[in-house]
């Protein structure tokens, strides 16, 4: 996730990853596991409304993945590359 952060390719926060997700750009969907339920409808929601299909990882801790990552405390992050989203898809399922 850093280097798709680093090429502009990673979208933080759920309202953004939402926006980005009605302009099709989003290939992945990355949910720390202590993320606010509300959050976590609210792009449950959307994926069920989206015509498209995204995958979603739940993995980590809002602290864990923000301070990795070098931003403030987030709980939703976008993946908008495709590649870099089968990356770290092939990577998480190893």
Request: with cysteine; net charge positive; charged share 20%.
């Amino acid at each position: 996730m850093q280097f798709a952060r680093k090429a502009g390719k990673l979208v933080a926060g759920s309202d953004a990853c939402l926006r980005a997700m009605h302009h099709k750009h989003i290939h992945l969907i990355v949910i720390a596991s202590d993320t606010a339920e509300r959050s976590k409808a609210r792009i449950t929601a959307e994926l069920q409304h989206s015509q498209r299909q995204f995958e979603v990882i739940c993995i980590g801790t809002q602290a864990e993945l923000s301070a990795a990552l070098g931003l403030p405390i987030t709980g939703v992050f976008g993946i908008s590359d495709q590649n870099f989203a089968s990356s770290i898809l092939k990577y998480w399922q190893a």
